[in-house]
């Protein structure tokens, strides 16, 4: 059985999974518990120590858009969920959701590990790019297939219930479109199952 490295609270990884479900592919999930852990092996050999990493038999691939791609050559050859699209203006919109998860994992490890980052520069700027992200994505929410969503959408998903979950959401934001493909994206049962909501607050 494949087995995914994860951790029940990482964004990208709930990217892979919610596409697992979507496809039905049984898979073995180990929480890796906490990143900050600095021996490589909890990571399944990952040099960069990230989550997530993809185990499939012989196969290991790191990085959530490179497993997903690996997923589809596989398992999805018609690509339902239009992993391996090219549409510029929805994969510039995947690099920005991909890039504010990034800042937002910055920003989550640098307190876990004691630093007090409201004292830096360096997180302030951390925090406009959360806050302008979306804002962009906002402006840029007619983009969004709400209706029949894919994998861009996804990224949305994960992104916006991991910023409410460390309440990193702005509320002065006025982002009416996010927060309704938000709530309908939210209501899909195979999307449920992987809800950061359904998790106590806890490090991992
Ligand atoms: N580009 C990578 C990013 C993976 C990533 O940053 N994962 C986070 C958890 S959501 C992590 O493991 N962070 C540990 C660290 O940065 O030390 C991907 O798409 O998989």
Redesign the pocket.
Same mark, same amino acid.
């Given at each position: 059985m494949m087995m995914l490295y994860a951790?029940p *609270?990482?964004?990208?990884?709930r990217k892979v999974r919610i596409l697992l479900d979507l496809w039905q592919l049984p898979y073995q999930f180990v929480d890796i518990g906490n990143?900050?852990n600095t021996d490589q092996d909890v990571?399944a050999g990952n040099p960069?120590?990230?989550?997530?990493v993809l185990v499939d038999g012989s196969q290991w691939i790191?990085?959530?858009?490179i497993?997903a791609q690996y997923l589809v050559e596989k398992y999805d050859p018609k690509d339902r969920y239009r992993v391996k699209e090219l549409d510029w203006a929805r994969l510039n919109i995947r690099a920005v959701m991909?890039g504010m998860?990034?800042e937002e994992?910055k920003l989550i *490890?640098a307190k876990r590990t004691g630093v007090p980052i409201d004292q830096y520069e360096f997180f302030h700027k951390s925090k406009q790019v959360l806050s302008q992200g979306l804002n962009w994505l906002e402006t840029n929410a007619s983009n969004f297939d709400s209706k029949n969503p894919g994998y861009l959408e996804f990224h949305l998903l994960c992104l916006w219930e991991h910023l409410d979950f460390f309440h990193f959401i702005d509320q002065s934001l006025d982002l009416p479109q996010l927060r309704f493909i938000y709530h309908e994206l939210s209501q899909q049962p195979s999307i449920q199952k992987t809800s950061f909501h359904l998790l106590r607050r806890k490090k991992t």
């Amino acid at each position: 059985m494949m087995m995914l490295y994860a951790t029940p *609270l990482s964004h990208y990884s709930r990217k892979v999974r919610i596409l697992l479900d979507l496809w039905q592919l049984p898979y073995q999930f180990v929480d890796i518990g906490n990143v900050t852990n600095t021996d490589q092996d909890v990571f399944a050999g990952n040099p960069l120590m990230k989550v997530p990493v993809l185990v499939d038999g012989s196969q290991w691939i790191i990085d959530s858009d490179i497993i997903a791609q690996y997923l589809v050559e596989k398992y999805d050859p018609k690509d339902r969920y239009r992993v391996k699209e090219l549409d510029w203006a929805r994969l510039n919109i995947r690099a920005v959701m991909n890039g504010m998860m990034q800042e937002e994992v910055k920003l989550i *490890l640098a307190k876990r590990t004691g630093v007090p980052i409201d004292q830096y520069e360096f997180f302030h700027k951390s925090k406009q790019v959360l806050s302008q992200g979306l804002n962009w994505l906002e402006t840029n929410a007619s983009n969004f297939d709400s209706k029949n969503p894919g994998y861009l959408e996804f990224h949305l998903l994960c992104l916006w219930e991991h910023l409410d979950f460390f309440h990193f959401i702005d509320q002065s934001l006025d982002l009416p479109q996010l927060r309704f493909i938000y709530h309908e994206l939210s209501q899909q049962p195979s999307i449920q199952k992987t809800s950061f909501h359904l998790l106590r607050r806890k490090k991992t």
